[in-house]
């Protein structure tokens, strides 16, 4: 039988619960600054963050993330299939010329209403 398996047994030298990066109180041992950068674990505050940018860079870098968001929803635009555009394009066309004609028949209605009411008209055959 074939008993081909794989084991590993942790890093040579590593003692059970000890970090090789961080020491006990979060801070990173000098192998750990190396490895990670200078910088806290939990980063920047946002204020501080944007602190030492001048206006002109805080601006660009606004309008790159507005242009981000511009460019994401014309992609989600165009990322809708051919055919399920061309449905929309015509049940919105559809639905407008429905309306149109609801509306055109309802008008129609109410105007012959008022001519047969007031006038005592048939408009359909123009009679008095």
């Known amino acids: 039988m074939n008993n081909v398996y794989l084991a590993h047994h942790g890093i040579k030298g590593q003692k059970w619960g000890v ?3 961080q020491n006990p109180d979060g801070s990173y041992t000098n192998e750990g600054k190396r490895r990670y950068g200078s910088g806290s674990k939990i980063g920047l505050s946002p204020k501080k963050r944007y602190a030492n940018l001048t206006d002109e860079e805080i601006s660009n870098r606004i309008k790159r993330r507005q242009n981000e968001l511009k460019l994401d929803e014309l992609e989600m635009q165009s990322s809708i299939p051919i055919g399920v555009r061309y449905v929309g394009g015509i049940v919105k066309s559809g639905a407008t010329k429905g309306l149109t ?3 055109g028949g309802i008008s129609f209605a109410l105007a ?7 006038f ?3 408009v359909i055959n123009l009679k008095k």
Do not use: E, N, S
């Open 101 to 103: 004609v609801a509306v």
């Open 19 to 21: 970090r090789r990066y």
């Open 112 to 118: 012959k209403k008022y001519l047969k009411d007031k």
């Open 120 to 122: 005592d008209l048939d």
